[in-house]
Structures are given as structure tokens and as C-alpha cells.
């Protein structure tokens, strides 16, 4: 592979990074991530200011810690698709400019495969059924005849989402995903719906029926307890039958979510009783980053893919399953 510098932006949802690799080495991930008020969740408007206030700095920073200028770069890749519109339009017009400034090429990254690719890239995964677990999308992906397909997916709202929603509500304090994992370790199991419709998943139920027990005096452990043993088995089921359906022989954890431990340890034991071996994207690279975009870009750039400035519309609802996979044969 001809040695190439690849400058990601990512500004999906709350967080705006930079990340900028040469070829499979890493030189710089920085971000910044909008933080909501107390009991709040996202307000895109809100997200889209905070990325317009840190853009400057934290290109700055991953600059200067991957020891490069601008000119330096030889691809500018960004994310512009699935998330929130006023946060995608921070990030595609900011490519947009230093595109147009720099002369780079411009080279459009889907964020789902984002997360997949720099999976594969830091666990060495080579062809895995997927579990994507964020705040933003849940799904059960594979590699099969040219695209990643989702084989199961939720109805709703992400897993993430539904566990953010259910921490505020109870009375837990932020970053939620550590302190409800925290908090489920000294619960108790209190039944809670299981809602597996085929390949796919409903969580808002769950989150009501989680809500009200709290509300009816059930203790803030137990109702993460179950939260987490619910979800995460029916979490668990759904990618058993992807593995089953499609014969592949690893599961990759990606998504802010797959940092649970209790999460990795369902999916373990399914896969050591299936034969699989589990491989978990490295925390630092979980959550919306931009290395991921960097990395993704590369592939792309590398396999044809590229953009012109006058065509780089944000796509705020790209599947993962919409996205040409052209550097896999």
C-alpha cells in the first residue's frame, strides 16, 4: 500500500474529532464532546455550537501531535452520514474548506462502517458478525456478497440510548454507561419484557417498565441489574443466530456499549459454546472518534472512492447497508 495521510473529521453527534493516521499507523485522535445539562439529553443546535466553538483547537492539537501541517495531509475523509443534520454540517462544511484550501482529495466516510473498520484494524478481526452497540445504532452486522448487512437491528431507540434514558430517569450521575455497569453490580434480577421480534429488538418498553418499577420502589441496582441482563441477552440471542446463519467463526463488539463488561462476558461464553473467538474494539476507539474516520477514508481512497466538494451532501440517514465496500473482495 502506497504510504498515504489520512485526516478524519467526525462530528455525527456529540463529539467533534480529528483523528490522522499514515497508512495503519495512528498519529493522533483528538476530540471534544458536548456535554448536555444536568438531566438533559442531546439538543443538536446546542452539539452543532460546541463543534463550531472547538474546531480550530482540536485540529490544532491532532496536528501538532501527529507532528504534521495541513499541506502535509494527502486525503481529508469525513464522516457526513447517518447523525444528527446541524452536527454533520459543522464537520462536511469544515472538509468542505480545507478541501478546497489544501487541494486534498475529499473522500466521504459512512460512521457505522467507521466503527467496524477500526475494529477490525486494532483487534485484528479479520470476518466477523458485528455487534454495533452505541447511542445512536444497535445492530447485528456481517460482510456477505459485496456490503455489510444488517441482519438484526432495533425497531427504536439504540441500546445506548435506551440505558442513558433509563440513568437520567432513575437519579444516576454522568458519563451513564460506567455508573449504571457500577450500579448493576450489586442488583438483584426483577423480571423486566424481552422483546426479540425475529433478527430485531424493542427497547422502549423495557425502559418504561424500568422506569415505573423504580417509580414503584424497586432499588436503583436491581432495576440496572435487569436492565442489563435483559438487553444484553437479547442482545446476545439475535447475534448467536447471525453467527449461526452466516457460519463465521468471530463476533466483534464495536460502539461506546461494548465497553460493558457484562455485555463482553454474554457474548464470550456464546462464542466459546459456539466455537467463535470475541474480540472487543479498544476502549479508546469505542466511542465516535476521528481515527475512525481516518482510517475508513483510507480504505476508501485506497479502493476508488472519493467525492467532489459539489456533491458532498450530508446523508443524515445512510445505513450501514447503503455504504459501497469497494477495498474488501
Same mark, same amino acid.
Given at each position: 500500500?502506497?504510504?498515504?495521510?489520512?485526516?478524519?473529521?467526525?462530528?455525527?453527534?456529540?463529539?467533534?474529532s480529528v483523528?490522522?493516521?499514515e497508512?495503519e499507523r @495512528? %498519529? /493522533?485522535?483528538?476530540? +471534544?464532546?458536548?456535554?448536555? !445539562?444536568?438531566?438533559?439529553?442531546?439538543?443538536?443546535?446546542? $452539539?452543532?455550537e460546541?463543534?463550531t466553538?472547538?474546531a480550530?483547537?482540536?485540529i490544532?492539537?491532532?496536528?501538532k501531535?501527529?507532528?504534521l501541517?495541513?499541506?502535509d495531509?494527502?486525503i481529508?475523509?469525513?464522516a457526513i452520514g447517518?447523525?444528527?443534520?446541524p452536527?454533520?454540517r459543522?464537520?462536511a @462544511? %469544515? /472538509?468542505?474548506?480545507? +478541501?478546497?484550501k489544501?487541494? !486534498?482529495p475529499?473522500v466521504?466516510?459512512n460512521?457505522?462502517i $467507521?466503527?467496524i473498520?477500526?475494529?477490525?484494524?486494532?483487534?485484528g478481526s479479520?470476518?466477523p458478525?458485528i455487534?454495533?452497540?452505541s447511542?445512536?445504532?444497535t445492530q447485528?452486522?456481517?460482510?456477505t456478497?459485496?456490503?455489510?448487512?444488517i441482519?438484526?437491528e432495533?425497531?427504536?431507540?439504540?441500546?445506548g440510548?435506551a440505558?442513558?434514558?433509563l440513568?437520567?430517569?432513575?437519579?444516576?450521575q454522568p458519563?451513564y454507561?460506567?455508573?449504571?455497569d457500577?450500579?448493576?453490580e450489586?442488583?438483584r434480577?426483577i423480571?423486566f419484557?424481552?422483546?426479540v421480534k425475529?433478527?430485531?429488538?424493542s427497547?422502549t418498553g423495557?425502559v418504561?417498565d424500568?422506569?415505573?418499577?423504580?417509580?414503584s420502589?424497586?432499588?436503583?441496582e436491581d432495576?440496572c441489574?435487569s436492565?442489563?441482563?435483559?438487553?444484553?441477552?437479547?442482545?446476545?440471542?439475535?447475534?448467536?443466530?447471525?453467527?449461526?446463519?452466516?457460519?463465521?467463526k468471530?463476533?466483534?463488539?464495536?460502539?461506546?456499549?461494548a465497553?460493558?463488561?457484562r455485555?463482553?462476558e454474554?457474548?464470550?461464553?456464546m462464542?466459546?459454546?459456539?466455537?467463535?473467538k470475541?474480540?472487543v474494539?479498544?476502549?479508546?476507539?469505542?466511542?465516535d472518534?476521528?481515527?475512525n474516520?481516518?482510517?475508513?477514508?483510507?480504505?476508501?481512497y485506497n479502493?476508488?472512492?472519493?467525492?467532489?466538494?459539489?456533491k458532498?451532501?450530508i446523508?443524515?440517514?445512510?445505513r450501514?447497508?447503503?455504504?459501497e465496500?469497494?477495498w474488501i473482495?
Amino acid at each position: 500500500m502506497e504510504k498515504l495521510i489520512s485526516f478524519g473529521i467526525e462530528s455525527t453527534s456529540h463529539t467533534f474529532s480529528v483523528g490522522i493516521c499514515e497508512n495503519e499507523r @495512528i %498519529l /493522533a485522535n483528538e476530540k +471534544s464532546a458536548y456535554q448536555p !445539562k444536568k438531566g438533559k439529553g442531546i439538543i443538536p443546535r446546542e $452539539a452543532s455550537e460546541h463543534h463550531t466553538r472547538v474546531a480550530a483547537e482540536t485540529i490544532e492539537n491532532a496536528l501538532k501531535k501527529a507532528n504534521l501541517k495541513m499541506k502535509d495531509v494527502d486525503i481529508i475523509s469525513i464522516a457526513i452520514g447517518p447523525g444528527l443534520p446541524p452536527c454533520l454540517r459543522v464537520g462536511a @462544511i %469544515l /472538509a468542505r474548506f480545507l +478541501s478546497s484550501k489544501y487541494g !486534498k482529495p475529499l473522500v466521504p466516510v459512512n460512521h457505522c462502517i $467507521a466503527h467496524i473498520e477500526i475494529g477490525k484494524l486494532t483487534t485484528g478481526s479479520k470476518n466477523p458478525v458485528i455487534l454495533y452497540l452505541s447511542g445512536g445504532n444497535t445492530q447485528v452486522i456481517a460482510f456477505t456478497e459485496g456490503k455489510y448487512r444488517i441482519f438484526g437491528e432495533t425497531e427504536d431507540v439504540p441500546v445506548g440510548n435506551a440505558i442513558d434514558t433509563l440513568a437520567r430517569e432513575i437519579g444516576l450521575q454522568p458519563p451513564y454507561g460506567p455508573t449504571f455497569d457500577k450500579t448493576a453490580e450489586k442488583g438483584r434480577y426483577i423480571e423486566f419484557p424481552y422483546v426479540v421480534k425475529g433478527m430485531d429488538l424493542s427497547f422502549t418498553g423495557i425502559v418504561t417498565d424500568a422506569i415505573k418499577k423504580f417509580k414503584s420502589g424497586s432499588a436503583q441496582e436491581d432495576v440496572c441489574y435487569s436492565f442489563q441482563e435483559t438487553c444484553f441477552a437479547m442482545l446476545t440471542e439475535v447475534c448467536e443466530r447471525a453467527l449461526a446463519h452466516t457460519d463465521k467463526k468471530e463476533v466483534l463488539l464495536v460502539g461506546g456499549v461494548a465497553a460493558s463488561k457484562r455485555m463482553q462476558e454474554m457474548v464470550r461464553i456464546m462464542c466459546e459454546e459456539r466455537g467463535a473467538k470475541m474480540f472487543v474494539v479498544p476502549w479508546e476507539y469505542a466511542g465516535d472518534c476521528g481515527i475512525n474516520i481516518a482510517w475508513t477514508g483510507l480504505l476508501a481512497y485506497n479502493s476508488g472512492i472519493s467525492m467532489n466538494i459539489e456533491k458532498s451532501k450530508i446523508r443524515q440517514k445512510w445505513r450501514t447497508d447503503e455504504a459501497e465496500i469497494s477495498w474488501i473482495k
